[in-house]
C-alpha cells in the first residue's frame, strides 16, 4: 500500500502560478507512475496528468498540457504539478494517485491509492 499526501493548495487570482506537491511513502517500489486528478463542484473526477515514475515520461490532459507541468523527484519520492495561467475554471479539489497499472491511462479505475486531496481556488 501506497500513503499519499497532497499540499500546496490555496485561493489564488486569474493568471497567477501555483505548485502542488505529493509525498508518497509506504511500497513506493511497486509505483508504475503517479498521477493528478481534480474534481469541481457538481462535476466528476477528471484526469489531469501522469508521471512515470522511473522513465519520468509525462502524459496530459487536453486543458492541462499547455499550461500545467508535472514532474517527480524520485530520491524525495515527491510528485509535484506546477499550474501556470491559471484560471477560475482550474478551480477543484485536487487528487494524487499511483497506480502498478503499466502505461499511460486516464481511467482513475487503473490507481490503486488515492490522497485526501488539496483545495485549489481561482478567483477572477
Known amino acids: 500500500q501506497v500513503r499519499l499526501v497532497e499540499s500546496g493548495g490555496g485561493l489564488v487570482q486569474a493568471g497567477d502560478s501555483l505548485t502542488l506537491s505529493c509525498a508518497a511513502s509506504?511500497?513506493?517500489?511497486?509505483?508504475?507512475?503517479m498521477g493528478w486528478f481534480r474534481q469541481a463542484p457538481g462535476r466528476d473526477r477528471e484526469f489531469v496528468s501522469q508521471v512515470a515514475w522511473k522513465s519520468g515520461g509525462t502524459h496530459y490532459s487536453d486543458s492541462a498540457r499547455l499550461r500545467f507541468d508535472i514532474f517527480r523527484d524520485s530520491a524525495k519520492n515527491t510528485m509535484y504539478l506546477r499550474m501556470n495561467n491559471l484560471k477560475p475554471e482550474d478551480t477543484a479539489v485536487y487528487f494524487c494517485a499511483s497506480s502498478t497499472y503499466v502505461g499511460y491511462t486516464r481511467n482513475a479505475a487503473d490507481f490503486d491509492s488515492w490522497g485526501q486531496g488539496t483545495q485549489v481556488t481561482v478567483s477572477s
Open positions: 509506504g511500497r513506493t517500489s511497486d509505483m508504475y507512475s
